[in-house]
C-alpha cells in the first residue's frame, strides 16, 4: 500500500511537472502561473524525499536520501525547480525499478516456500482423512498417491514408488523408493504410491530446514554489506562537506545541487546484497544451502579443503564383504555378535553390518545399555557378555590387546577395507571386513575443486591407513591423515589453520561437528545426515553428490568477482561523476540520469548471479 502512495505521488506530480515544461515552452500560460506550477512540483519533491531521509536519519542512516533532499533544496535555492522534481522522479522510479531487480533474486527464494507441501492425507482406520501438513504428528500414517508431494519425512512402511527428490537436491533423476527407504518433505511421487510412517513434519523436516535456513541466510548480513553502509556513513559528510567547499569557491549552487545527486552512493550500499541473495537462491535451487552472506564470503578465501572419508568421499553405502573368525568360533557368532552391538549405532559402518546379518536371519541379541564411542566403535552390554565391536583403538580402550598375529589374520589381503575387530568379554572373537566406494566421479570432481583454487587437500578419517590411503590414492586427494579421533580431526584443523590455510571441512557424521565448528567454513554432507552436523555447518548439500562442491566453490568466487567488479565500476562512476560536476560540466538533471544507470548496471550484474553453475 505505501509502495503504491509513493507511485501515485511520482506519477502525479510527474505530470504536473511536465505539464508546466509544456507550458513553458509554448507559453499558453502566463509565466507567473507556469512559475508556481513548477514551484509547486519541486516542493512536493522536496517534501517527498525530505520524508525518507527523516526516516533514514531517524534509524542513524546518512543514505543516499539524506544527500539527494540536500540536493533538491540547493536546486529549488538555485532557481532549477524542474531539476529538482526530475532528480525526484529519478530516484523514484530508480527505486521501483531497483526493488523489481531485487525482487527477482528474492524470488528463487519465494518458489521454494511456495512449493512446500501444504496438506497431507491420513490414513485413520483404513479412512482417508485431509489435514494440514504442519500438523502432522511423529508416527502417523500418510498416503500419497502419484502426482502427490510428500508431506513430511518418513519411512516407506507399504508401496513402491519413483520419486522425484530435485527440490531438495536439485537433481531431477527419480529415485526408486520400496519399503523401508527414507523419504523427505517436499519431495514428489512420480509414479505409484506409498504409505509412509511420519518422522518429522512441518520446520523440522527437511525440506522447512531448508526453507528455515535460506530465511534465516537471507536476513543476516555479510560483513561485507556491513562494510558498505559504513562507507555510506563515512561518505556522507565527506560530500556534504565538499559541497560546502564548493559552494564557497564557485557560489554556484547547481554545481553543488549536481555534485550531491552524483555522490549518493546507491550503487555501492545495493550491489552486495542482491549479489548475495542471488547467490543464495541458485545455490539453494541446486541443492545447496548457504547459511549467510559470511558463509558466502569466506568459501572465497579457501585453500585448504578436508574432507572426512566414511560417508563423505565414500558411498556411504559401505558393505560387508567378510566375516573373519578366530579359535573355534563361528562366522554365525561373529556377525550376530557384531550386529547385536551395531543396532544401536547410526553410523553407516552399523548399517553395513546389520543389513548382512539381517539377509543371514540371524538372531540378535538384546542389549540393555550400550555406549556408542565416535570415531572408534560401539560397545553393549548384552545380557549375558559384554561385547565392544570398532576399530584398534576401540580394542585399546577396553584393555584388549590387539597382537600382531592377530591383526595379521584379521586384515591379510584385504587393503582398502575397513576392519571391525568384534570382541566379546575382553576377548577378540572375529572381525568383520566392510568395504566401501569412492563417490560417483570422484576423480573428476577434485580436478574440479583444484582448479578453483585449492591448494591442498587432506583426507581426514578415524579409519585405518590403508584403507584411508587406498581411497585417497584414487580420488587424488593430496594427503592422508588416519586413526582420527574426533578431537585429533579438531586439532588436523587447527594445525592447517595456523599453516595461514583458511579451511574449509565436508563431513557428515555427528563425530565430525567439531571438525565442522572448528573450520572457517563447515559443509555437511546430506540431509539424511545427523542434525548436529548440520547444525554447526556454514553449509548443507542436500544432495550426497559430491559435484556441488566446485559448484560452491564457484559460486562463491563468482559472486566475490562480482561484489568487486560493482564496487569498482560504482566508486569510478562516483569519482569521475564528482570531478565533472564539480566543474560544472553536469547539470543536476543529467547527474540524476548517471546516478540511476550506475545503479541498475550494478544491479543487472549481480543478477548474473543467479545463473552461474
Ligand atoms: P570417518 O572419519 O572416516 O568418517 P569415523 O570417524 O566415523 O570415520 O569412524 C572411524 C573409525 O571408527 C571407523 O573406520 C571404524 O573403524 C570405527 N567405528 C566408528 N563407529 C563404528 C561403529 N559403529 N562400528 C564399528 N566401527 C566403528
Ligand atoms: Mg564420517
Known amino acids: 500500500m505505501k509502495e503504491k502512495l509513493k507511485i501515485a505521488v511520482l506519477v502525479i506530480n510527474g505530470t504536473l511537472a511536465v505539464f508546466a515544461w509544456a507550458a513553458s515552452l509554448t507559453s499558453f500560460l502566463p509565466q507567473a502561473t507556469t512559475q508556481t506550477l513548477e514551484f509547486t512540483t519541486a516542493v512536493i519533491s522536496l517534501c517527498f524525499i525530505a520524508f525518507s531521509a527523516a526516516k533514514s536519519l531517524l534509524g542513524r542512516v546518512f543514505g543516499i536520501d539524506v544527500l539527494a533532499s540536500v540536493a533538491v533544496l540547493a536546486s529549488i535555492v538555485a532557481h532549477e525547480y524542474l531539476a529538482a522534481t526530475v532528480v525526484v ?68 512402511q507399504k508401496g513402491q514408488a519413483s520419486v522425484n527428490q530435485s527440490s531438495i537436491t536439485g537433481e531431477s533423476m527419480p529415485v526408486g523408493k520400496a519399503e523401508g527407504d527414507d523419504v523427505f518433505s517436499g519431495t514428489l511421487v512420480e509414479l505409484g504410491a506409498l504409505e509412509i510412517s511420519v518422522t518429522r513434519a512441518g520446520e523440522q523436516s527437511t525440506y522447512g530446514r531448508i526453507i528455515k535456513m535460506v530465511k534465516e541466510a537471507e536476513e543476516r548480513r555479510a560483513p561485507i554489506e556491513r562494510m558498505a553502509d559504513k562507507y555510506a556513513k563515512y561518505f556522507t559528510p565527506l560530500i556534504l562537506g565538499l559541497g560546502a567547499v564548493v559552494y564557497l569557491f564557485t557560489q554556484d549552487i547547481i554545481r553543488v545541487a549536481a555534485l550531491f545527486v552524483i555522490a549518493c552512493p546507491c550503487a555501492l550500499t545495493l550491489t552486495t546484497p542482491t549479489a548475495i541473495v542471488a547467490s543464495i537462491g541458485n545455490a539453494a535451487r541446486k541443492g545447496i544451502l548457504i547459511r549467510n552472506g559470511a558463509s558466502l564470503e569466506k568459501l572465497n578465501e579457501v585453500d585448504a579443503l578436508v574432507f572426512d572419508k566414511t560417508g563423505t568421499v565414500t558411498s556411504g553405502k559401505p558393505q560387508v564383504t567378510e566375516v ?40 540378535l541379541g538384546c542389549s540393555d545399555s550400550f555406549n556408542i564411542q565416535p570415531g572408534v566403535g560401539v560397545c553393549v552390554q548384552d545380557t549375558d557378555c559384554h561385547i565392544a565391536v570398532g576399530n584398534e583403538k576401540m580394542m585399546e580402550k577396553h584393555s584388549i590387546m590387539v597382537s600382531d598375529e592377530v591383526r595379521a589374520l584379521m586384515t591379510e589381503g584385504s587393503p582398502g577395507q575397513t576392519v571391525i575387530y568384534v570382541a566379546r568379554d575382553d576377548e577378540i572373537i572375529g572381525s568383520v571386513l566392510v568395504s566401501d566406494t569412492p563417490r560417483k566421479d570422484s576423480e573428476t570432481i577434485m580436478r574440479r575443486v583444484k582448479s578453483t583454487g585449492i591448494k591442498k587437500t587432506l583426507l581426514l578419517t578415524g579409519d585405518n591407513a590403508q584403507a584411508a590411503n587406498h581411497i585417497a590414492g584414487h580420488m587424488g586427494i593430496d594427503e592422508v591423515a588416519s586413526n582420527q579421533l574426533p578431537d585429533e580431526k579438531v586439532k588436523q584443523i587447527r594445525k592447517l589453520k595456523t599453516e595461514g590455510f583458511t579451511v574449509a571441512m565436508v563431513g557428515d557424521g555427528i563425530n565430525d561437528a567439531p571438525a565442522l565448528a572448528e573450520a572457517d567454513v563447515g559443509i555437511a554432507m546430506g540431509l539424511a545426515g545427523t542434525d548436529v552436523a548440520i547444525e554447526t555447518a556454514g553449509v548443507t548439500l542436500a544432495t550426497d553428490n559430491l559435484d556441488r562442491i566446485p559448484k560452491l566453490l564457484r559460486i562463491s568466487k563468482a559472486t566475490i568477482r562480482i561484489i568487486k567488479q560493482n564496487i569498482a565500476f560504482a566508486m569510478l562512476v562516483n569519482v569521475v561523476g564528482i570531478a565533472l560536476s564539480i566543474q560544472g560540466v553536469i547539470p543536476p538533471l543529467l547527474a540524476s540520469m548517471i546516478h540511476e544507470g550506475n545503479a541498475l548496471i550494478v544491479m543487472i550484474n549481480a543478477l548474473r548471479l543467479l545463473r552461474v553453475d
Open 89 to 156: 522522479l529519478m530516484l523514484g522510479g530508480g527505486e521501483i525499478l531497483e526493488d523489481y531487480a531485487s525482487q527477482r533474486a528474492t524470488k528463487a527464494i519465494e518458489k521454494l516456500i511456495e512449493a512446500s507441501p501444504q496438506t497431507a492425507t491420513i490414513l485413520e482406520n483404513g479412512k482417508e482423512i485431509e489435514v494440514r501438513a504442519d500438523e502432522l504428528r511423529t508416527g502417523e500414517i500418510v498416503l500419497v498417491k502419484p502426482g502427490g508431494k510428500i508431506p513430511a519425512d518418513g519411512i516407506v
Open 324 to 363: 573373519r573368525t578366530l579359535g573355534n568360533h563361528t562366522h554365525a557368532e561373529v556377525l550376530a555378535l557384531a550386529a547385536t552391538a551395531e543396532k544401536c549405532s547410526e553410523h553407516p559402518l552399523a548399517q553395513a553390518v546389520l543389513t548382512k546379518a539381517y539377509e543371514e536371519n540371524l538372531d
